[in-house]
Nanobody, 115 residues
Framework: QVQLVESGGGLVQAGGSLRLSCAASGRGFSINAMGWYRQAPGKQREVVAT???????NYADSVKGRFTISRNTAENTLYLQMNSLKPEDTAVYYCNRYPTFWLAWGQGTQVTVSS
């Protein structure tokens, strides 16, 4: 069973940057594609960015060119560098396996972007 702990969120002004981290414990991180997801109030959870075991990345159109996903397999850590943040990026951000979730989600990390 993999445990996921997200961190790095906070309050930032529009145009600012944040770097999210996801620490994964247990077996499975290194052999699975991973993703960052977010859920805004009143909205469904959506996938923001994904990365394969070989480092191939994909992004939602809404964040393309602004967000960068990366992974450090040796440290079992997933990252999301977020630049040029917009108020519509406000959400709780989670990491998990992609495309099929592990059942246990982390607590997420809140990102709030003020205008």
């Amino acid at each position: 069973q993999v445990q996921l702990v997200e961190s790095g969120g906070g309050l930032v002004q529009a145009g600012g940057s944040l770097r999210l981290s996801c620490a994964a414990s247990g077996r499975g991180f290194s052999i699975n594609a991973m993703g960052w997801y977010r859920q805004a109030p009143g909205k469904q959870r959506e996938v923001v960015a994904t990365i394969s075991t070989g480092g191939v990345t994909n992004y939602a159109d809404s964040v393309k060119g602004r967000f960068t996903i990366s992974r450090n397999t040796a440290e079992n850590t997933l990252y999301l560098q977020m630049n040029s943040l917009k108020p519509e990026d406000t959400a709780v951000y989670y990491c998990n396996r992609y495309p099929t979730f592990w059942l246990a989600w982390g607590q997420g990390t809140q990102v709030t972007v003020s205008s």
